[in-house]
Structure formats: C-alpha cells, structure tokens
C-alpha cells in the first residue's frame, strides 16, 4: 500500500519565522512530488513541485527532496497571515497519473 | 483560459434524492478526476476517467455512486438515493495528456459541497 505520510498539526508558527513542512513516503520509484495549499471551504491550489534532489526555490517557499531517505519538505520564509492553511502533499505513483495524497497539515501563523 | 469548472457549487438534498455533480475540465485537459472531502479530512480518491473511458474507480463505493465523461459536455458524479454520510466537498480535478511530460500534475475546481437533510 503506497503511502504519504504528514504531521496533521496544527503547526504554529510566529509571523516572520520560517515555517518547515514534511512530508515521507513509502513508494521509492516515486518522481514527482507536489505541494498544494488549501484554504479553509477552498479547493486545493499548486504551489510547488519537484523532481530532482535537492531544494527549488520560488519566492518565498523552498522546496526539497531527499529521495534516498524519502521525504519531502517544503519551507515557508518570512510567514505571513495569509500563509495559514493546509498544506497537502502529493506524489505520484509509478501508474504515472496517480496522486498519492497526504492527509495534510493544517499552519496556523500568528501576528 | 478558464479554469476547472464545476456546478453546482452548493446543492442541498434531501435524503433518497439524487444528486448530480458536473465538471468541466481546463481547455486543453483529457483527464478526470473527483476527490470527496469530507469536513477537517483529507482528500480521498474516487474515481479517474478519460473521454467514454473510466480507467479507475478503486475509490468509488460499489453502491449509489457512479461516474461519467461522454464525448461531449462535461464530466458528471452520480450520487444515487443519498444518505446523510454524502455530505462533504466533491471536487474534480483535470490534467493534460499525460504524454507530454510526468511533470504534469492536476489542477482543482473549486467544489461542489453536498449537504443532505
């Protein structure tokens, strides 16, 4: 059973602080791993994604895969209000279109 | 270019009714699929099809449930005599062919949140 594991939270998180995100998985052939945030009552929106070690940079949040010790993170620099949401994890399967979901972890960035 | 589209955004049923939940993938996109969520929970897979085509519905209950995606018009989650358990977010989601490139990933409509009385 392929599996994507993630801390539910809530994670907090002091504005201006460097939010850390993680996420593990069982499937080793994985190669492609994504990050999407949801608001509460919103539906889930891409963020980042990668597919080599190593980290990716857009902005503010870094991405970084490790694929020999299977995990995947996601930082979060200078936290921001807006930044509190849910954080999904997502990788995809060998079959090459399945998402293998995470439950989520719910970061909460206070004032 | 627009994005997934899905109606209705809310609907309410009583129980025993049908419900009937439709999306549109983005432009461009030949492939489908729905996620339920319920409140405080994660996403759970349903069902994943292509144009007249279900490749995958490991996720759909085996009873009340079924899926479509004709040759024409939208893609379309039936829920039949629906029981108070149905209630929670259903969302679709669509991606491109997937010969393009393994980078490719889905993209979300915004939901339909299904409330049974």
């Known amino acids: 059973q392929k599996e994507v594991e993630q801390n539910s939270g809530p994670l907090s998180v002091p504005e201006g602080a460097i939010a850390s995100l993680n996420c593990t998985y069982s499937d080793r052939g994985s190669q492609s791993f994504f990050w999407y945030r949801q608001y509460s009552g919103k539906s889930p929106e891409l963020i980042m994604s990668i597919y080599s070690n190593g980290d990716k940079e857009d902005g503010r949040f870094t991405a970084q895969l490790n694929k020999a010790s299977q995990y995947v993170s996601l930082l979060i620099r200078d936290s921001q209000p807006s930044d509190s949401a849910t954080y999904l994890c997502a990788v995809r399967g060998d079959s090459n279109y399945q998402l293998i979901w995470g439950a989520g972890t719910k970061l909460i960035i206070k004032p | 270019n627009a994005g997934v589209m899905q109606n209705p955004r809310h609907l309410v049923r009583r129980r025993g009714q049908e419900a009937r939940l439709r999306c549109s993938p983005m432009k461009g996109h030949s492939h489908v699929y729905w996620y339920r969520q319920l409140p405080e929970e994660g996403l759970k897979f349903m069902v994943y099809?292509?144009?007249?085509?279900?490749?995958?519905e490991s996720g759909m209950p085996k009873e009340r449930f079924s899926a479509e995606f004709p040759k024409e018009g939208p893609s379309i989650l039936r829920i039949q005599q629906v029981v108070r358990g149905d209630s929670a977010a259903y969302f679709c989601?669509?991606?491109?062919?997937?010969?393009?490139?393994?980078?490719?990933?889905?993209?979300f409509g915004p939901g339909t949140r299904l409330l049974v009385l």
């Open positions: 989601a669509s991606s491109p062919l997937l010969l393009a490139s393994s980078e490719e990933t889905q993209y």
């Open positions: 099809l292509q144009k007249e085509n279900i490749i995958d």
